[in-house]
């Protein structure tokens, strides 16, 4: 049974269409990754599911009911969000920012309960983020700034989680922390994660780790190539999506585990 179903779902911004006959569904426990070019739709799609924006057509099914159903605290619980960028306004603690993850779960003028506490604590000591939990959130990098995203969506205690590019402008030890993250969630809380990313390689990362992973090619306004990451991140589709030759490559670790990605090679003439 899927968690979360998308049929025949299109969207316009006035007389400009962005996407239109997208859909897939996601299982419990997996991470579907929508994978384009820039300008494709990735980030509006998911605004969409996150019921920001309103579908010009078609449907998006939350547990086999509509999203637009559902009371704004009501899709708190079921689904959380992690941005690509988020402003850092106020100094607000690292331990503050997790807490208001349990916003959904208490009243308008509630303080936070001691089981909220708790919850916000356990998460931030999943993402290893105790030592700096009384920090000023405008201090962190980068890095630190996703983990606590992070920490607060597994707040959240939602089935789901959104991920719109979670390692934009991270260096390339803080995209692997992140992606290690994100499988770890995963695996040990049986979560499902719809992520968008510009990274064909991210796919393959997940699937390498064991995780159910299947990927969209979105381009042209459209889902052009859908399943698993081999099926879906060819040298072919890369050529035809962003006129780059590249080489799929296997390769076997220290423990004779088999891992691809993809190489870009050239651009194409």
Request: proline residues 4%.
């Amino acid at each position: 049974m899927s968690l979360l179903k998308i049929e025949n779902a299109s969207f316009q911004y006035g007389k400009s269409t962005i996407f239109q006959n997208i859909s897939f569904e996601l299982g419990s426990g997996s991470i579907f990754c929508l994978f384009g070019p820039n300008g494709c739709g990735k980030s509006t799609l998911i605004e969409c599911i996150l019921g920001y924006l309103k579908l010009s057509g078609g449907s998006i099914l939350l547990n086999n009911q509509s999203i637009s159903s559902y009371r704004p605290a009501e899709l708190a619980k079921s689904i959380s969000y992690v941005p690509q960028s988020h402003a850092k306004n106020f100094p607000y603690t690292v331990k503050d920012i997790v807490l208001m993850g349990r916003a959904a779960y208490t009243g308008t003028f509630s303080a936070p309960s001691a089981e909220d506490i708790a919850i916000a604590e356990s998460a931030l000591e999943s993402m290893g983020l105790t030592a700096i939990k009384d920090k000023p959130y405008t201090q962190l990098s980068g890095g630190q700034t996703q983990l606590v995203m992070l920490a607060r969506a597994l707040t959240q205690e939602t089935p789901i989680i959104l991920m719109d590019e979670p390692t934009a402008h991270l260096d390339f030890r803080h995209e692997l922390i992140i992606l290690e993250t994100i499988v770890k969630l995963i695996k040990e809380n049986n979560i499902s994660v719809v992520m968008a990313t510009h990274f064909p390689n991210h796919a393959f990362y997940f699937e390498n780790s064991g995780i159910h992973t299947q990927v969209a090619l979105m381009n042209n306004q459209a889902l052009e190539a859908i399943g698993s990451p081999v099926e879906v991140l060819t040298e072919a589709n890369m050529l035809k999506t962003f006129k780059i030759h590249a080489k799929l490559m296997t390769a076997q670790t220290a423990g004779e585990k088999l891992v691809r990605g993809l190489i870009p090679i050239e651009v194409s003439s």
